[in-house]
Protein backbone atom coordinates (compact mmCIF):
# COMPACT_ATOMS: atom_id res chain seq x y z
CA UNK A 1 0.00 0.00 0.00
CA UNK A 2 1.25 3.51 -0.68
CA UNK A 3 1.44 4.99 2.65
CA UNK A 4 2.17 8.86 1.20
CA UNK A 5 -1.05 8.79 -1.42
CA UNK A 6 -0.58 12.66 -2.27
CA UNK A 7 3.04 11.91 -3.20
CA UNK A 8 3.11 12.54 -7.16
CA UNK A 9 6.33 13.77 -7.62
CA UNK A 10 8.53 13.36 -10.94
CA UNK A 11 12.00 15.31 -9.70
CA UNK A 12 13.46 11.95 -9.44
CA UNK A 13 13.96 11.35 -12.95
CA UNK A 14 15.90 13.92 -13.60
CA UNK A 15 17.60 14.12 -9.64
CA UNK A 16 19.87 11.23 -10.19
CA UNK A 17 21.91 12.81 -13.20
CA UNK A 18 22.42 15.83 -11.00
CA UNK A 19 25.63 14.85 -9.48
CA UNK A 20 26.86 13.61 -12.79
CA UNK A 21 26.06 17.15 -14.04
CA UNK A 22 28.08 18.89 -10.96
CA UNK A 23 30.79 16.72 -12.23
CA UNK A 24 31.23 17.59 -15.72
CA UNK A 25 30.63 21.58 -14.45
CA UNK A 26 33.56 21.27 -12.12
CA UNK A 27 35.84 19.54 -14.60
CA UNK A 28 34.74 21.98 -16.82
CA UNK A 29 36.26 25.22 -14.83
CA UNK A 30 39.33 22.75 -14.95
CA UNK A 31 38.83 22.19 -11.21
CA UNK A 32 41.51 19.78 -10.64
CA UNK A 33 40.36 16.25 -9.82
CA UNK A 34 41.46 12.86 -9.67
CA UNK A 35 41.64 11.59 -12.75
CA UNK A 36 42.16 13.59 -16.07
CA UNK A 37 39.20 14.00 -18.22
CA UNK A 38 40.13 10.71 -20.17
CA UNK A 39 40.99 8.57 -16.86
CA UNK A 40 37.48 9.91 -15.70
CA UNK A 41 35.45 9.53 -18.86
CA UNK A 42 36.62 5.62 -18.88
CA UNK A 43 36.01 4.70 -15.33
CA UNK A 44 32.40 6.56 -15.60
CA UNK A 45 32.05 4.60 -18.89
CA UNK A 46 32.56 1.05 -17.27
CA UNK A 47 30.80 2.17 -14.44
CA UNK A 48 27.75 2.98 -16.10
CA UNK A 49 28.26 -0.22 -18.19
CA UNK A 50 28.18 -2.33 -14.89
CA UNK A 51 25.11 -0.67 -13.47
CA UNK A 52 23.23 -0.76 -16.83
CA UNK A 53 24.16 -4.74 -17.33
CA UNK A 54 23.26 -5.49 -13.21
CA UNK A 55 20.37 -3.52 -12.80
CA UNK A 56 18.51 -4.65 -16.02
CA UNK A 57 19.24 -8.18 -15.66
CA UNK A 58 17.98 -8.04 -12.60
CA UNK A 59 14.99 -6.29 -12.98
CA UNK A 60 13.92 -9.18 -15.68
CA UNK A 61 15.76 -11.90 -14.26
CA UNK A 62 13.72 -11.41 -10.31
CA UNK A 63 10.81 -9.84 -12.03
CA UNK A 64 9.28 -8.35 -8.97
CA UNK A 65 6.12 -7.14 -9.09
CA UNK A 66 6.03 -2.98 -8.22
CA UNK A 67 4.08 -1.49 -5.48
CA UNK A 68 2.13 0.32 -7.25
CA UNK A 69 1.39 -3.28 -9.25
CA UNK A 70 2.28 -1.66 -12.46
CA UNK A 71 4.88 -3.86 -13.81
CA UNK A 72 7.24 -6.36 -12.76
CA UNK A 73 10.62 -4.72 -12.67
CA UNK A 74 10.83 -3.17 -9.65
CA UNK A 75 14.01 -5.11 -8.42
CA UNK A 76 16.45 -3.28 -8.29
CA UNK A 77 15.59 0.26 -8.33
CA UNK A 78 17.73 1.69 -11.34
CA UNK A 79 17.01 5.50 -10.70
CA UNK A 80 18.73 4.36 -7.36
CA UNK A 81 21.40 2.93 -8.57
CA UNK A 82 22.27 5.84 -11.24
CA UNK A 83 22.33 8.00 -8.80
CA UNK A 84 24.21 6.32 -6.30
CA UNK A 85 26.52 5.35 -9.31
CA UNK A 86 27.07 9.47 -10.12
CA UNK A 87 27.07 10.19 -6.41
CA UNK A 88 30.13 8.01 -6.40
CA UNK A 89 31.76 9.47 -9.40
CA UNK A 90 31.38 12.86 -7.77
CA UNK A 91 32.80 11.89 -4.83
CA UNK A 92 35.44 10.03 -5.81
CA UNK A 93 36.56 12.57 -8.13
CA UNK A 94 36.16 15.89 -5.81
CA UNK A 95 35.50 14.31 -2.23
CA UNK A 96 38.91 15.69 -1.82
CA UNK A 97 37.93 19.12 -2.02
CA UNK A 98 35.10 19.11 0.86
CA UNK A 99 33.29 16.60 2.81
CA UNK A 100 30.36 19.02 1.48
CA UNK A 101 30.60 17.38 -2.03
CA UNK A 102 30.13 13.98 -1.10
CA UNK A 103 27.77 15.19 1.29
CA UNK A 104 25.57 16.39 -1.28
CA UNK A 105 25.83 14.17 -3.72
CA UNK A 106 25.11 11.14 -1.60
CA UNK A 107 21.80 13.43 -0.20
CA UNK A 108 20.88 14.12 -3.82
CA UNK A 109 21.49 10.07 -4.15
CA UNK A 110 19.12 9.26 -1.25
CA UNK A 111 16.55 11.36 -1.95
CA UNK A 112 15.91 10.04 -5.37
CA UNK A 113 16.15 6.62 -3.26
CA UNK A 114 13.41 7.77 -1.36
CA UNK A 115 11.03 9.42 -3.82
CA UNK A 116 10.94 6.33 -5.95
CA UNK A 117 9.61 4.76 -2.62
CA UNK A 118 7.02 7.48 -1.37
CA UNK A 119 6.28 7.39 -5.14
CA UNK A 120 5.08 3.99 -5.07
CA UNK A 121 7.54 2.50 -7.61
CA UNK A 122 9.40 0.71 -5.24
CA UNK A 123 10.41 -1.30 -2.34
CA UNK A 124 12.80 -0.27 0.47
CA UNK A 125 14.80 -3.44 -0.58
CA UNK A 126 14.68 -1.89 -4.31
CA UNK A 127 16.28 1.20 -3.33
CA UNK A 128 19.13 -0.50 -1.04
CA UNK A 129 20.02 -2.72 -3.49
CA UNK A 130 20.12 -0.39 -6.52
CA UNK A 131 22.31 2.37 -3.93
CA UNK A 132 24.52 -1.05 -3.75
CA UNK A 133 24.87 -1.62 -7.35
CA UNK A 134 25.25 2.11 -7.97
CA UNK A 135 28.46 2.13 -5.62
CA UNK A 136 29.76 -1.12 -6.05
CA UNK A 137 29.54 -0.44 -10.31
CA UNK A 138 31.47 3.12 -10.18
CA UNK A 139 34.28 1.40 -7.30
CA UNK A 140 35.21 -1.59 -10.38
CA UNK A 141 34.85 1.21 -13.13
CA UNK A 142 37.24 2.86 -11.82
CA UNK A 143 39.36 -0.20 -10.81
CA UNK A 144 39.28 -1.13 -14.31
CA UNK A 145 40.10 2.73 -15.63
CA UNK A 146 43.09 2.43 -12.89
CA UNK A 147 44.53 -0.87 -14.89
CA UNK A 148 44.19 0.94 -17.85
CA UNK A 149 45.83 3.91 -17.10
CA UNK A 150 48.50 1.81 -15.05
CA UNK A 151 47.34 4.07 -12.08
CA UNK A 152 47.49 3.54 -8.70
CA UNK A 153 43.94 2.19 -7.37
CA UNK A 154 41.90 4.19 -5.78
CA UNK A 155 41.23 1.95 -2.85
CA UNK A 156 44.98 2.18 -1.73
CA UNK A 157 45.40 6.10 -1.98
CA UNK A 158 45.22 7.83 1.37
CA UNK A 159 41.97 9.21 3.01
CA UNK A 160 41.15 12.93 1.76
CA UNK A 161 39.48 14.17 4.52
CA UNK A 162 41.35 16.34 7.20
CA UNK A 163 39.81 19.47 8.94
CA UNK A 164 41.85 22.34 8.28
CA UNK A 165 41.75 26.23 8.29
CA UNK A 166 40.27 26.33 5.06
CA UNK A 167 37.57 23.93 5.34
CA UNK A 168 36.54 24.20 9.04
CA UNK A 169 34.12 27.42 8.21
CA UNK A 170 32.24 24.62 5.89
CA UNK A 171 31.93 22.54 8.80
CA UNK A 172 31.03 24.91 11.67
CA UNK A 173 34.08 24.31 13.47
CA UNK A 174 36.03 26.65 15.24
CA UNK A 175 39.51 24.88 15.05
CA UNK A 176 41.48 28.23 16.55
Not at 77 to 103: I, K
Not at 144 to 152: E, T
Not at 165 to 172: A, E, I, N, Q, V
Amino acid sequence: DNYVPDFHYTYDNYLQYFPAFALVCVKSLNVEGRSTWGEMLVADAFSIAITSALSNSLKVIVGRTRPDSYATNSFPSGHTAVAFMTATMLHYEYGHLSPLVSLSAYATATAVGVSRVLNDRHWVSDVAFGAGIGVLSTQIGYLISDAIFNKKPLLEEKSYYTVDDDYSFMLGLDIS
